[in-house]
């Protein structure tokens, strides 16, 4: 049986526990959560919490700090999941029904993997995963608009028909990295979007 997130944190904690293993315990916290997806977010932690990616005999505390960014963000998603499922129980009761784009886009990102994909593991947001994912579920939660609700860069959207990951094509930023969630963008971003492909992505 696979060894859940909490306990995969647990033997990061541990001080008892060798390095590497609880090195290799945060790398498989990735598998149950990670935002970016699971090569980004390992980056990311690593670039904030000075954690060389090949490292296999990491700083305990700098191991603890990244989990910690990481349980803190987590418990964000959790905490829009419930707030989620409550608001589609009470909009199904009066009959109203979300788009399908966003049914599409929760249905891939179940459980906040790849909640904001960044396509390139190497290019993605500097802030920490909380505060990004409180902007995205911002965006999500007050319609459509005309920038990214991460780093809100208005034109620097593009459409990427040769994604890594399902969905396989879609609007990414080329300022934060992101791949933007198509229900946060209003048609008219869309259709520019795809009129600004071939832009380099840059790391925000």
């Not at 249905?107 to 990004?132: F, I, K, M, Q, Y």
């Not at 971003?189 to 832009?199: D, E, M, N, S, T």
Request: with cysteine.
């Amino acid at each position: 049986m696979m060894a859940g997130f909490r306990s995969l944190a647990r033997q990061v904690r541990d001080p008892h526990c060798d390095l590497a293993l609880r090195r290799y315990s945060l790398r498989k916290c990735l598998e149950r959560f990670a935002p970016y997806g699971h090569r980004a977010t390992w980056d990311h932690l690593c670039a904030r919490h000075g954690i060389e990616p090949e490292d296999r005999s990491p700083e305990p505390a700098r191991l603890v700090a990244a989990l910690d960014e990481l349980e803190e963000a987590r418990a964000v998603w959790l905490q829009y999941e419930v707030d989620f499922a409550e608001r589609r129980k009470r909009e199904k009761h009066d009959g109203l029904r979300r788009p399908g784009s966003f049914d599409d886009w929760h249905r891939l990102t179940w459980g906040g993997n790849g909640v904001a994909r960044c396509d390139d593991p190497r290019v993605h947001p500097s802030d920490s995963l909380a505060e990004v994912l409180r902007r995205l579920i911002a965006g999500l939660e007050s319609g459509p608009g005309e920038a990214c609700p991460v780093c809100g860069a208005a034109r620097e959207i593009v459409w990427r028909p040769d994604l890594s990951n399902e969905p396989w094509s879609g609007p990414v930023c080329t300022g934060c990295g992101i791949v933007v969630p198509q229900p946060v963008l209003t048609s008219e971003a869309l259709a520019q979007a795809k009129h600004a492909r071939g832009r380099t992505l840059t790391a925000a």
